[in-house]
């Protein structure tokens, strides 16, 4: 079958190589029917609002907003020039900060007829250890500041679940839905984060969102898929659509491992894939 990555990233957001030139030039080599360029919304629209965000090097994190303008025109120009050979997706992978959906949508307004969807992410968290990127590597010695990991888990996924019951955060897709296990952080009373997981999957199913099947996990420490099995077999019972996104942030990333996701998901009895067009979903078929 023809491969559709919805999330990848490209030197703009100053963490990731390659132009997105580069990306779309890859995913036609490996014959992919659609590229979804992804990259990290601005973080500067907050820092006025959250003081303690100057501790985060955001910076690094996302493109600074004066890009936004070319990023768009860039997608613009590259999805006509490459029309021929594969569809190129244009998109946003944004962080979800409570309260602060007045001043994104300030910004995101301008862009949003220009986008085909829009990947909802929660990477910062606001608890116990004060604000911090959980899956930057930096941040190791924050984890210590918590009894066990589970206290993280329950974190991130109270935050996740703000975010889709937030009416002003507009989002299509819930991205890596179990990401603090990125560093192989793994809980000790799995009942109970499976519940708050499962939980967060219903508000899912009831505000119609797709779930991304992320393959970055299988090349960071955890080795594994994001989200695990378990909680894909829950996807599956709820029937809520899913698509698979690579977060390539090399190039040679784009599709990681889609083949073996695939066959998983196929002996797992999904059949169809989400699609998107201007923030409308469609599916195709698995084969
Ligand atoms: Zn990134
Ligand atoms: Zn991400």
């Keep these: 079958m023809h491969f559709e990555d919805w999330h ?10 390659g132009s997105i ?34 501790d985060i090097p955001y910076e690094g994190y996302a493109m600074p907003t004066n890009n936004l303008e070319s990023y768009i025109l860039q997608l613009d120009n590259l999805s006509e020039k490459y029309k021929d050979q594969i569809h190129v997706r244009t998109a946003f992978e944004i962080d979800f900060f409570k309260h602060q959906d007045h001043l994104l949508n300030k910004y995101l307004n301008n862009y949003l007829t220009k986008l085909d969807y829009i990947l909802g992410s929660v990477h910062v968290l606001f608890g116990k250890a004060g604000i911090f990127a959980f899956d930057d590597g930096r941040f190791l010695n924050k984890y210590k500041e ?3 990991n589970d206290e993280i888990f329950i974190e991130f996924y109270t935050s996740l679940q703000t975010m889709i019951k937030s009416p002003t955060f507009k989002l299509d897709i819930v991205t890596h ?8 952080k793994r809980v000790e009373d799995k009942e109970l984060v499976m519940e708050k997981a499962i939980e967060t999957l219903e508000l899912v199913k009831k505000r119609d969102l797709t779930v991304e099947i992320n393959t970055s996990g299988l090349r960071k420490k955890v080795k594994e898929q994001y ?8 996807i599956y019972d709820l029937d809520i659509p899913i698509l698979l996104g690579s977060d390539a942030h090399k ?15 196929i002996s797992n009895n999904f059949t169809q894939f989400a699609h998107f067009e201007k923030r409308k979903r469609t599916f195709i078929e698995i084969d």
Excluded: Q, W
Aim: aromatic fraction near 12%; proline fraction near 6%; hydrophobic fraction near 35%.
């Design 8 to 17: 990848t990233h490209n030197s703009l957001c100053r963490h990731a190589v």
């Design 251 to 265: 190039p040679e990333e784009v599709a990681y491992e889609f083949k073996t996701m695939t066959k998983m998901l």
């Design 21 to 54: 030139e580069d990306y779309i030039k890859i995913a036609i080599d490996r014959g992919l029917n659609v590229i979804g360029i992804s990259d990290h919304f601005p973080y500067e629209y907050l820092s006025s609002e959250i003081p303690s965000l100057e």
């Design 227 to 234: 989200p695990s099995l378990d909680i894909i077999k829950i």
């Design 146 to 148: 918590y009894d066990v």
């Design 177 to 184: 839905f179990d990401l603090p296990k990125k560093f192989d």
